[in-house]
């Protein structure tokens, strides 16, 4: 009846349960596909999927021949490994094809609606505008006339609200990133299709040739093998489909990190459907588990602990034929593809160990960065000195490396180890292992792809540098009705007003932060202008680029600066805490004034004390650069020793402040805070927040008055109970 159609519909349109069935409900659907959108509308975003899909495809390429070359002298099988080296000479020589196939993939998706282009991250619906149009008329005919005017307005507003959603995220302007994207998966499987049709087609010559039926491999024979395999993965419509190729849709999806994850993806959306408030923070999960995935792989020896790793490792022509549903799972259907597979884990494992070796070289030169230290103030404290997470120093050049897929993750697990370890000592380590288990941690979720659970991490953690206001700030922002994306908002506003800002933890600042283009034309809220964070070493303020550099760092992932000072250097090593550097007034001061709350106050602090300058015209940075010479303070090389030979012997009680070099660093941050609080006192917001203080302090002192009295007065009634 129409009872139940209705139910049905709104189910549909609106989301809620239906016959035992939760459903998300296509309005809700429509603003994540706006929020996916949003977020993806960086220029970063598709630059990095180019970089990673690349490092991922032509590395597995070149490690399969790796494998296939170590491997030939145990096995004696030259055919494969020559079959490998056409496949990576392929790779490499159909780079200019590559390109012309992205020019054409890259206008075709331009011209469709945004429904009907698959990358991903968005799935392809041939029927979605129908179902769109058909739920419209239901909203429009059935839902608005519901008797409950109440309902039926809500319906109604609802509808538009996601109609706009839509309109936006067919803009192109708007959904720009998810046309690239898609583009750039579709090159990728024009190009692994056309590298398999040439290592097929060495492999059928090669036989052909051994059988007898030709006499010698020629070009003029591989080129027409290739051409004859290349053309079956068309249809007599001329599409392209890799389907039908087990071992090639594995190795696409394996690039692209699209790879199904079936009862992982049926747990989330199962949680989805029943709380759909949560998806923003799990938007690429698949994506995130897959990386993950492929940088175990690439790892040596921990490789071990995946499922596929033990099943190729242990792999016979015998148990492929028993259990081919098995192998199947891994692109392996024949005898070829498990051999390949051998030697593509034997060459990840050789080149791991390779990188492994290159990694801790650099971290024992002091030339590599990890995720930093687990306390998260601590961490905002070195960041805003100067400090970089995931950074590798050539000379005096610092290089990100968190887009250096497959690789990032195994640079960043040796440099937390080694921090964790290193700050805290060997002993410390061996009996709190789940400390350093929680700060490889702190690695995997740190992805760009994973940066949603850490959000959902930090909105409940107490000690957390953002707080829930900055994080729902970051979401709301996604959901601006404009027709530029939330990411892309915020690069424009990066190039136009690079200078990093102090925030409070609240929903406006973190709204405001994501559109600095605003504080650049002059638009001031409510509040005045986002204050700049100063470097507290030197006065200048943090991410002081020129017009090119906020150019380049708004379109590349990879970042580029220089290498930081050795100062700088000794006041991360030195365990000293930053943490209340700037939030609260100098120890001298009579009254306990906190500045935790105003950002204006913080980012006045920070000002002052990095224009501070002691007697002989030395600021903190050129002090601690002095420090950190052995030749004019070996006092100090020698505690930093000392402590260290602590930690080893795991005496990590000790109070870090009572080792000479954190005495002489306090020192020298005293006078600096002392003179620069001195310097600020007459601003309005210090007056403010120093009344502030003054009328907490009176408070308290007539509570305890009363507190007093009140206990006095119950002492002689006792006493006169007593008495009686």
Same mark, same amino acid.
Request: proline letters at 4%; hydrophobic letters at 40%; a neutral charge.
């Given at each position: 009846n129409w009872q139940d159609f209705d139910a049905w519909m709104r189910a549909k349109v609106m989301g809620g349960e239906f016959n035992g069935k939760q459903n998300v409900g296509a309005v809700i659907e429509e603003l994540q596909s706006l929020m996916v959108n949003s977020i993806l509308s960086s220029a970063k975003t598709p630059v990095r999927a180019i970089i990673g899909t690349t490092s991922n495809a032509y590395l597995n390429s070149i490690n399969q021949l790796l494998g296939a070359s170590m491997r030939v002298g145990l096995t004696g099988d030259t055919r494969l490994f020559s079959a490998s080296l056409a496949h990576t000479r392929g790779m490499f020589e159909l780079i200019p094809e590559a390109f012309k196939v992205f020019k054409t993939n890259l206008d075709a998706n331009f011209s469709k609606p945004i429904a009907n282009v698959k990358s991903r991250f968005t799935e392809f619906d041939r029927s979605a505008e129908r179902k769109w149009t058909m739920y419209g008329k239901a909203v429009e005919e059935r839902f608005s006339k519901n008797p409950n005017k109440v309902r039926a307005m809500a319906d109604a507003a609802a509808w538009r609200f996601a109609n706009v959603a839509r309109t936006l995220n067919n803009n192109k302007l708007f959904g720009w990133s998810p046309r690239v994207l898609a583009s750039v998966d579709d090159t990728f499987r024009h190009l692994l299709g056309r590298a398999r049709s040439k290592e097929q087609a060495f492999k059928q010559v090669y036989d052909a040739v051994d059988s007898g039926t030709f006499k010698e491999i020629t070009p003029e024979l591989l080129q027409q093998a290739e051409d004859l395999h290349f053309n079956q993965y068309f249809d007599e419509f001329g599409d392209y489909s890799i389907d039908k190729d087990k071992a090639l849709q594995y190795q696409f999806k394996e690039a692209t990190l699209t790879q199904d994850i079936a009862k992982f993806s049926k747990g989330l959306e199962s949680l989805f459907s029943k709380f759909p408030l949560i998806r923003p923070f799990f938007l690429f999960a698949r994506t995130g588990v897959n990386g993950l995935k492929m940088n175990v792989k690439n790892m040596p020896l921990m490789s071990i602990v995946l499922d596929e790793t033990r099943t190729v490792v242990m792999g016979t022509a015998a148990k492929l034929k028993k259990n081919p549903e098995l192998y199947a799972k891994y692109g392996i259907e024949t005898i070829d593809d498990l051999k390949q597979a051998q030697n593509l884990l034997a060459g990840r494992q050789a080149m791991g160990s390779?990188?492994?070796?290159?990694?801790?070289?650099?971290?024992?030169?002091?030339?590599?960065?990890?995720?930093?230290?687990?306390?998260?103030?601590?961490?905002?404290?070195?960041? %805003?000195? *100067?400090?970089?997470? !995931?950074? /590798?120093?050539?000379?005096?050049?610092?290089?990100?490396?968190?887009?250096?897929?497959?690789?990032?993750?195994?640079?960043?697990?040796?440099? %937390?180890? *080694?921090?964790?370890? !290193?700050? /805290?000592?060997?002993?410390w380590a061996e009996n709190r292992l789940q400390q350093v288990g929680l700060a490889v941690a702190q690695g995997f979720s740190s992805k760009s792809y994973l940066q949603g659970i850490s959000d959902l991490v930090d909105i409940f953690s107490p000690d957390s540098t953002k707080g829930w206001g900055r994080v729902a700030g970051n979401i709301f922002n996604n959901f601006a009705m404009v027709p530029i994306g939330g990411s892309m908002r915020n690069d424009i506003g990066k190039i136009l007003n690079p200078y990093m800002r102090e925030l409070n933890k609240d929903i406006y600042d973190s709204i405001r932060n994501r559109n600095l283009t605003t504080e650049r034309l002059g638009i001031k809220g409510l509040t005045g202008k986002l204050p700049i964070k100063y470097d507290i070493l030197n006065g200048e303020p943090l991410r002081d680029w020129n017009f090119i550099e906020s150019m380049f760092n708004a379109v590349s992932p990879v970042s580029f600066s220089l290498k930081p000072s050795p100062g700088r250097d000794l006041l991360h090593r030195s365990q000293y805490d930053l943490r209340t550097t700037v939030t609260s007034a100098p120890a001298g001061v009579d009254l306990k004034v906190d500045l935790s709350s105003s950002n204006v106050a913080r980012s006045l602090f920070q000002k002052a004390i990095g224009d501070y300058k002691d007697g002989k015209g030395r600021n903190l940075e050129q002090i601690f650069n002095e420090y950190a010479d052995p030749e004019l303070y070996p006092e100090i090389a020698e505690s930093l020793a000392e402590m260290q030979r602590d930690l080893k012997n795991g005496l990590d009680n000790t109070e870090p402040r009572s080792y000479r070099h954190n005495q002489l660093i306090d020192k020298a941050f005293s006078k600096a805070k002392a003179k620069a609080w001195s310097s600020i006192q007459d601003h309005p917001e210090i007056i403010r927040l120093v009344q502030e203080a003054k009328n907490q302090t009176i408070q308290n002192n007539e509570a305890a008055r009363k507190s007093g009295e009140h206990f006095q007065n119950q002492t002689t009634e006792i006493i006169q109970l007593k008495n009686k």
């Open positions: 390779a990188v492994v070796a290159l990694a801790a070289q650099k971290y024992l030169a002091g030339e590599m960065t990890g995720n930093g230290p687990l306390n998260r103030s601590q961490r905002a404290m070195w960041r %805003d000195t *100067g400090w970089e997470r !995931k950074t /590798m120093s050539f000379g005096g050049l610092r290089i990100g490396y968190q887009s250096l897929e497959p690789y990032d993750l195994l640079f960043s697990t040796i440099a %937390d180890i *080694g921090d964790n370890m !290193k700050l /805290m000592g060997p002993e």
